[in-house]
């Protein structure tokens, strides 16, 4: 078992090698090539032509998706535990776990406490190359942790706390008793139009809309730190 989860953290690890190559456009035909002689498998991912209908990625690049996800987690799936350890490592500074979480059950739509395939590559094909709509409804869902439709104060500040967490020393302004709060209370003037102490859908997507600075923490910044960060330790050939 141990083994399993060994590997298939291997495997989170190379399939977001592809894709932050994926997304600089560093992924060449060669380059391509010699990555799946190393990594393939005799598996084909289903209804590949129906994903590549739901996402904003190729076929191409699907595959490549697909046999590192699958070659080292035979599986198919990825836990929350597993989840939790790759995210960790782009955060060393702080303590990743709550967001990792929260994150976590923004991809596990089925909720059933494992991330498939399909699940991930929806997710990151919204973050990654969705629309300004679909990105603020993915994140808006991530917020809404309870998922009954709406962003309270209690989820918005569980949210600033994790946030807070994960970017340990770095975070700026250095975290005080008041700071999250403060947070919280500028998104709720702005966000929430009739003051009923909640944030719907719409509430959310237009304030976001008009207003020129985001309030809210966009899950793309993650992603884009992730490539940084991996960059930096080496993990994708320049």
């Known amino acids: 078992m141990a083994g399993c989860t060994s590997r298939c953290r291997q495997g989170v690890l190379k399939l977001i090698q592809s894709l932050q190559r994926l997304i600089s456009g560093g992924l060449t035909k060669d380059k391509t090539d010699d990555e799946l002689e190393m ?27 697909y046999r590192g996800f699958k070659n080292e987690c035979p599986s198919g799936v990825v836990n929350e535990e597993t989840f939790k350890h790759i995210y960790a490592q782009f955060f060393p500074h702080g303590d990743a776990s709550m967001y990792a979480h929260y994150l976590f059950n923004a991809f596990d739509t089925t909720n059933n406490g494992s991330i498939k395939f399909k699940d991930f590559v929806m997710g990151l094909s919204i973050l990654l190359r969705g629309t300004l709509r679909e990105k603020l409804e993915w994140t808006f869902h991530l917020y809404d942790i309870n998922r009954d439709g709406y962003i309270n104060r209690e989820e918005m500040t569980e949210i600033v706390r994790a946030i807070y967490d994960m970017m340990g020393k770095y975070t700026y302004p250095a975290l005080k008793g008041d700071v999250p709060q403060q947070h919280v209370d500028a998104f709720f003037q702005k966000m929430d139009k009739n003051k009923d102490g909640v944030v719907t859908l719409e509430e959310f997507i237009i304030a976001c809309q008009q207003v020129s600075v985001f309030l809210v923490f966009n899950v793309e910044k993650d992603i884009k730190y992730m490539k940084n960060c991996t960059k930096e330790r080496h993990f994708v050939p320049d």
């Open 39 to 65: 990594t393939m498998v005799c598996h084909r991912p289903e209804g590949l032509d129906q994903l590549e209908a739901q996402t904003n990625f190729s076929k191409q690049e699907l595959q490549i998706l």
